[in-house]
């Protein structure tokens, strides 16, 4: 079957998290599926890469259409390994997720799995993550797979538009259908947790609120609140181009 | 002097960087200068957050107008401690850098110090990063600081569109002047050695090639390679508004 599309799979919950092999399920009859996912859990970790040291690949398993490793390094060193050891080549998809907890709004901006979709993205491959609004690592997602398949075979059939990815989250329950929209403005506001002091050094724990700062039904956290599947397209391109003349006039100088 | 304003350092390369102290230098004059920057080198970085592990925090010194400390901890936890712990509100600026290393083009999405200042925007706050193009953790800033002086004055003077940051470079040699533009399109193709085995696991060192994808003279690769300062106003919301219609009508089922 030489028209099998290469399906590459990432994740940034780590190779054995259980999202990734319902997405995994899903994938395989569509095409050969080569999986590289974190040896463990990368969530929080962005779009980091290592720097200065090296990167220890293993590979699971290995079987007809089917290939899985496991690699000591972030989601974004799995993509970037995957194309230049694994496969060889840029596939012709790239998949990440099901993420156990909430991409939308400024979450994507942490997020290890869409940190993944975003350098497939940027390398040109058709690029999707998939995310369930449950931070449990238990949490049931059979309800969201049949959107994700149906969101998976329309990628696959028809791509996606040149230099755009998606962020498709799935609300925790019954999925009212599929709403298309932006990454809501909103911020985390911190709220660190001091503990012991270690002689100079004051101790902290990362905690923190969302804020959400957009009422609009098309902002993805509201989608998500309506009980629907929000899929936000999404680009690697971060100019504000709506102030580009503005600052053009305040910056430069003209000599 | 009430009416001082509040600045907040941050970088990448670490609080003993060359880059920061004549960052600091720069802005002492300008306001009450706060530091928290990484112990550490956190290049690369990009947004990553330390999530499940304490975070250590040193005060260096404490003068009048101005404190240094160091965070074990990335760029965008630097930032969030700083806010919630060590100023105890939001500042009322933010400046990262200066970088030693190029931040234009795709480089934004993987650097930490880009990511300190998107952390800033997305709160609020007006934030800049600046970067020399030299990789060099040696190499001479000097030249660059009368613009990093004159941007960072003018922003202190008159703020930044709401949503709206800065990613200022420059260029390794005699500045010509200033000129906005966007982010270039491009990207990392990688390069990885291979180094021994370890029984079942292969070793890899991450390298690359950075490929420009972007003719345009407004690409900031482009200004730089011109011997041009390059500003590019940037926003955290990553929506790729040209093709929301279009995917509107392609996956939301109207039931």
Same mark, same amino acid.
């Given at each position: 079957?030489?028209?099998?599309?290469?399906?590459?799979?990432?994740?940034?919950?780590?190779?054995?998290?259980?999202?990734? #092999?319902? &997405?995994?399920?899903?994938? *395989?009859?569509?095409? *050969?599926?080569?999986?590289?996912?974190?040896?463990?859990? %990368?969530?929080?970790?962005?779009?980091?890469?290592?720097?200065?040291?090296?990167?220890?690949?293993?590979?699971? *398993?290995?079987?007809?259409?089917? +290939?899985?490793?496991?690699?000591?390094?972030?989601?974004?060193?799995?993509?970037?390994?995957?194309?230049?050891?694994?496969?060889?080549?840029?596939?012709?998809? &790239?998949?990440?997720?099901?993420?156990?907890?909430?991409?939308?709004?400024?979450?994507?901006?942490?997020?290890?799995? %869409?940190?993944?979709?975003?350098?497939?993205?940027?390398?040109?491959?058709?690029?999707?993550?998939?995310?369930?609004?449950?931070?449990?690592?238990?949490?049931? %997602?059979?309800?969201? &797979?049949?959107?994700?398949?149906?969101?998976?075979?329309?990628?696959?059939?028809?791509?996606?538009?040149?230099?755009?990815?998606?962020?498709?989250?799935?609300?925790?329950?019954?999925?009212?259908?599929? *709403?298309?929209?932006?990454?809501?403005?909103?911020?985390?506001?911190?709220?660190?947790?001091?503990?012991?002091? +270690?002689?100079?050094?004051?101790?902290?724990? &990362?905690?923190?609120?969302?804020?959400?700062?957009?009422?609009?039904?098309?902002?993805?956290?509201?989608?998500?609140?309506?009980?629907?599947?929000?899929?936000?397209? %999404?680009?690697?391109?971060?100019?504000?181009?709506?102030?580009?003349?503005?600052?053009?006039? #305040?910056?430069?100088?003209?000599?």
């Amino acid at each position: 079957m030489p028209d099998k599309p290469l399906i590459f799979v990432t994740n940034d919950d780590g190779y054995l998290s259980e999202g990734i #092999r319902l &997405l995994e399920n899903i994938l *395989r009859p569509l095409g *050969r599926v080569v999986v590289v996912a974190p040896q463990k859990e %990368m969530s929080g970790q962005s779009h980091s890469i290592t720097v200065g040291k090296p990167l220890k690949l293993t590979c699971i *398993r290995k079987e007809e259409f089917f +290939e899985e490793y496991a690699l000591e390094g972030t989601p974004v060193d799995c993509v970037k390994m995957a194309f230049d050891k694994v496969l060889h080549r840029k596939p012709d998809f &790239l998949f990440a997720g099901i993420n156990h907890g909430s991409n939308v709004s400024i979450n994507t901006i942490y997020s290890g799995t %869409m940190a993944a979709v975003m350098e497939g993205c940027s390398e040109g491959v058709p690029s999707v993550g998939f995310s369930l609004c449950n931070d449990d690592k238990k949490s049931n %997602m059979n309800f969201c &797979l049949p959107f994700a398949e149906k969101i998976a075979k329309d990628v696959i059939a028809n791509s996606l538009p040149e230099d755009v990815c998606l962020n498709v989250n799935f609300p925790d329950g019954e999925i009212k259908g599929i *709403r298309v929209g932006h990454q809501a403005k909103g911020y985390w506001s911190e709220d660190f947790k001091v503990s012991e002091k +270690e002689g100079e050094k004051s101790i902290f724990w &990362l905690g923190g609120e969302y804020n959400c700062m957009d009422s609009s039904p098309e902002a993805d956290w509201n989608i998500i609140y309506k009980d629907y599947a929000s899929i936000v397209p %999404m680009q690697v391109d971060f100019t504000a181009y709506k102030v580009l003349n503005s600052m053009k006039e #305040r910056f430069e100088n003209k000599n």
